[in-house]
């Protein structure tokens, strides 16, 4: 089976900054999809970008982006310009492309200090 | 659009009783998925189902969980007896069958549940 490893459990960045999370994976298939999701203190589950295993360009969503490097089998999400909203708990997932089978990592705690 | 809907929000009860979540997936979608998040384990697939038919229990921690599909707007997960290691948010999630691959799951906001 997949996993999904987030080595990071807690992260910190000053309100404006920059920062990165981390996210592994391993597999054997050649196609999939990953994700990144945001779960705020409301608790809600909220996509927040997706990136195609077959694709090389890495997704960009205004101020998130990844840094998917298939061959290493790494999936990073930068937060650019971090803002106090942006404090939540990151979870990355993955998804096979012969089923509707999610994997999701255990999650990287992000506190943002203004 | 109505996004993935669960009941209750929060449920409070004591060890030993009969405990009933449920969900209402997204209109159109026929996957829906169950799963439990906790401190210790983080999210952890309980069930999923695909076309009301259960794919994969293998997640389901013993006997006393069971999930049910009687159609494509309705599940449940039901916990009899209930013990205080059940304590954790319970969330549904779904996602349309026939969509490309990357469509994500759509959780509901979950329900939070207190074993006493």
């Known amino acids: 089976a997949q996993t999904v490893t987030q080595s990071q459990p807690e992260m910190s960045v000053q309100e404006a900054e920059t920062v990165t999370l981390s996210c592994t994976y391993d597999?054997?298939?050649?196609?999939?999809?990953l994700f990144w999701y945001k779960q705020p203190p409301s608790r809600q589950m909220i996509l927040v970008i997706r990136?195609?295993?077959?694709?090389?360009q890495n997704a960009t969503e205004n101020r998130f982006s990844v840094n998917f490097q298939k061959a290493a089998k790494s999936f990073s999400l930068k937060i650019s310009d971090s803002q106090l909203g942006d404090a939540a708990m990151y979870f990355c997932?993955?998804?096979?492309?012969?089923?509707?089978?999610?994997?999701f990592g255990t999650g990287t705690s992000l506190t943002v200090i203004p | 659009d109505a996004g993935v809907i669960q009941s209750p929000r929060h449920e409070v009860t004591e060890m030993g009783q009969e405990v009933t979540l449920r969900c209402k997936p997204i209109?159109?979608?026929?996957?829906l998925f169950w799963y439990r998040q906790t401190m210790m384990r983080g999210l952890e697939l309980l069930i999923y189902?695909?076309?009301?038919?259960?794919?994969?229990d293998s997640g389901m921690p013993e006997d006393r969980f069971s999930a049910k599909m009687p159609n494509a707007s309705f599940s449940t997960l039901k916990i009899q007896p209930s013990e205080p290691r059940d304590s954790a948010v319970y969330f549904c999630?779904?996602?349309?069958?026939?969509?490309?691959?990357?469509?994500?799951?759509?959780f509901g906001d979950g329900t939070r549940l207190s074993i006493l």
């Open positions: 999630a779904s996602i349309g069958q026939g969509a490309l691959s990357n469509q994500p799951q759509h």
């Open positions: 209109s159109g979608h026929n996957s």
């Open positions: 997932a993955y998804r096979t492309n012969t089923g509707n089978q999610f994997y």
């Open positions: 990136q195609e295993a077959y694709k090389q």
């Open positions: 597999t054997s298939e050649s196609d999939y999809y």
């Open positions: 189902f695909n076309n009301n038919v259960p794919i994969d």
